[in-house]
């Protein structure tokens, strides 16, 4: 006599074993219409499920709680899907064979080798959700049927697939004691696919779906396994929140800033350059040169020098800093001189000789630096220093290249070579928590002035476990300490997060996501008691005795590649006044106001204001389309009545209407008082009130 336990914690007795349906059923004709799972124990289940224990029941429907789609529901809907296109493109390629097909957050993929026969492209899409329609209206029951692990086994031997029959095994090896098949339809007459469940109860239940993308993939993850592809989709209880959901991916490919890089052309990757070294196009540039500017001001204000440094160095420079040769797997290979490579041809060295001897210093040669640290310090070391002149700060934005094996094409966030807004303090070790405080002021100036707030802080802090740390415990406790109290002021949200320390201290990350998601680490702030060892540097303290300084790397924004990169995503593209590679564009209604528009275009010129004038022949409104497909920040439009007022007609990117009118002279102080304030006055602001 099952006693059941419904959510609320009224309980159901029932004289014999009922499913689940049946109990949604009994308590109510709506909740038994719309209900297409079942959660028994907090196990999610089909509708089918039999009960015939005390247990508790929960009937899953897509009933939208909290202003989100129920995740049990969406769960087993795109489930059902991804066998409902598995069916479907079973029927359009008769030849292909079924891997995988698990639901994802945000759809579902199924992985299917197509060798031997015709592969599949985005034009076969409309066909394929075509058929997969056909199957939805049939309305067919999920079936589920079980059998004995051997005679499952043998059952899938005979058909003959090594991806089902492997699956299989692998769940039998994880302790299943039988075998599931879900029919899409009737056992034996239907399509079927070997599965744990569970199931929507028909096909009818699934309420929108969409093929969406191929991506290759290989059986297992395995490079040497077969080659398969992935088919993904994904499935709603509504058309409404399918349609929601594929606007919102259009969004998102829109702010995509491989996209808007090309479109507003900010910067281009080109293979005859070189995958992964990205070229700063002149629109580009702007939003660079304005950016290191602000910087810079801030760095003079917080006493920091500016020093330049060449873009190699000697190997024994990075023997030193012990980047060479370890982490060789990330750097181009060294630079050798002629008559070096020219005496060891006549001595008949092959390359392998080569690199072995320069491992072992035989040989010299230079390192594109994969870091500007080692520069930095030879700075420092240059001239003698007492306590007085501490902390020594030393800035570049300072290019350097690193070899990664996957150089993404066409993107500006993972690339091979970049710049650093690089800085290394050498300090007194009373004088770490302040400075380590300055640096992440001036992060939190900077992005605040972007209004950039959506990003995570990591303290990373050594493993208390660990003996790969250097140094002193209680200098690590200090260092530890200041990182620590350094975050709080941050007044965001930030983690600790022990082992995440570098091996020579600890350190601050700022990691913000990308449109899709992508988590990326941007600047960082780290304390380092080891290299100012290995470089044997020192200070002269008060008691007229060297002493040695503690370092700190910081690069707030990572690189000026990546920064960007997630910057134009940031504002899609529309970056504000300051940034922005063209600020005004003036419009001449018609030749009657050109020469007005010729005037007003220099005025701003000599303002220092990137402005420009469209005195082409096309309409205005023509013109004003041009203006807003580059997300150029104002518009000037102005025809014979602005010119005989000597007024401007304002319009601002992304609003609709005209701001209206404003005065010439107005109009020019206003757009110069919005650039040097970067944004704090805006002419926007200004004409609203
Ligand atoms: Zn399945
Ligand atoms: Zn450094």
């Known amino acids: 006599m099952p006693r059941i336990t419904l959510p609320d914690g009224t309980v159901k007795e029932f004289a014999a074993p009922v499913t689940a349906a049946e109990v949604a059923a009994s308590i109510g004709a709506g909740l038994a219409k719309a209900a297409i799972g079942a959660k028994v124990n907090g196990e999610l289940s089909d509708l089918a499920t039999v009960l015939d224990s005390d247990c508790s029941l929960a009937i899953v429907t897509p009933k939208k709680r909290e202003g989100g789609a129920d995740a049990d529901a969406l769960f087993l809907i795109r489930h059902s899907t991804a066998h409902v296109m598995a069916e479907a493109i079973q029927r359009l390629f008769p030849h292909v064979k079924l891997v995988y097909g698990p639901p994802l957050e945000t759809g579902f993929y199924y992985d299917i080798s197509f060798e031997g026969g015709k592969a599949i492209s985005t034009e076969d899409f409309p066909a394929i959700e075509a058929e997969m329609a056909k199957i939805v209206a049939e309305n067919r029951p999920f079936t589920r049927y079980e059998m004995p692990i051997d005679a499952g086994l043998a059952k899938l031997k005979g058909e003959g697939s090594k991806f089902k029959l492997d699956n299989a095994e692998r769940a039998t090896a994880a302790g299943s004691t039988a075998l599931s098949w879900y029919a899409t339809g009737t056992p034996g007459t239907n399509w079927e696919d070997l599965c744990r469940g569970p199931h929507v109860p028909a096909t009818g239940k699934i309420g929108a779906f969409k093929v969406t993308s191929l991506a290759s ?16 989709g994904t499935a709603f209880a509504t058309k409404e929140e399918l349609a929601a959901h594929m606007a919102q991916l259009d969004e998102a490919k829109k702010r995509d800033h491989r996209v808007l890089g090309k479109q507003l052309r900010l910067f281009h990757i080109d293979e005859m350059v070189g995958q992964g070294l990205v070229l700063w196009t002149p629109n580009g540039g702007v939003v660079r040169q304005e950016l290191q500017t602000f910087i810079s001001e801030e760095l003079r204000k917080q006493g920091y020098h500016q020093v330049f440094t060449p873009h190699i160095g000697k190997l024994d420079l990075y023997r030193t800093s012990g980047h060479f040769p370890y982490y060789r797997e990330s750097q181009y290979p060294p630079l050798v001189e002629h008559e070096q490579l020219s005496m060891l041809a006549k001595e008949g060295c092959s390359c392998g000789d080569l690199v072995n001897r320069m491992e072992k210093g035989e040989i010299d040669g230079y390192l594109l630096k994969p870091m500007n640290c080692p520069h930095h310090i030879r700075i420092f070391a240059s001239s003698p ?21 996957s150089g993404e094409i066409g993107g500006m966030t993972r690339v091979r070579g970049f710049t650093q807004d690089d800085a290394h303090l050498f300090v007194r070790e009373d004088q770490v928590a302040e400075e380590v405080l300055g640096c992440l002021s001036l992060v939190k100036l900077i992005f605040g002035t972007l209004g950039m707030s959506d990003y995570r802080v990591r303290v990373g802090l050594r493993d208390p476990d660990s003996a790969k740390y250097v140094g002193d415990p209680k200098n690590w406790d200090k260092a530890e300490e200041a990182c620590r109290a350094a975050a709080k002021t941050l007044g965001v949200p930030f983690s600790e997060e022990p082992g995440e320390a570098a091996f020579y201290g600890p350190k601050i990350d700022f990691v913000v996501k990308d449109v899709i998601g992508r988590s990326w680490q941007l600047g960082t702030v780290q304390v380092d008691y080891n290299l100012p060892i290995r470089f044997d540097l020192s200070y002269i303290g008060a008691d007229n005795q060297p002493h040695r300084p503690v370092m700190i790397h910081r690069a707030p924004f990572g690189s000026m590649e990546r920064f960007v990169g997630c910057l134009i995503e940031h504002f899609a593209g529309a970056f504000p006044l300051w940034l922005a590679p063209e600020q005004v564009r003036v419009l001449p209604i018609s030749e009657k106001s050109a020469d007005y528009a010729r005037e007003l275009h220099s005025a701003l010129r000599a303002q220092g204001i990137r402005a420009t004038l469209d005195e082409s022949n096309d309409r205005i409104q023509g013109k004003i389309k041009d203006a807003s497909d580059m997300k150029v920040p104002y518009c000037a439009v102005v025809g014979p009545r602005d010119a005989e007022g000597r007024k401007v007609s304002v319009r601002a990117f992304g609003t609709e209407a005209n701001l209206g009118e404003i005065g010439f002279d107005a109009f020019v102080d206003g757009i110069a008082r919005e650039y040097r304030t970067r944004g704090a006055e805006t002419v926007k602001g200004s004409m609203a009130k």
């Open 217 to 232: 993939s290989y059986w297992k993850g395995d490079e040497n396994l077969d080659r398969l592809t992935r088919v993904y």
């Open 385 to 405: 220093h007492s306590y007085r002149d501490m902390p020594v700060r030393l800035a570049e934005f300072g290019t350097v290249y690193r070899w990664e094996q």
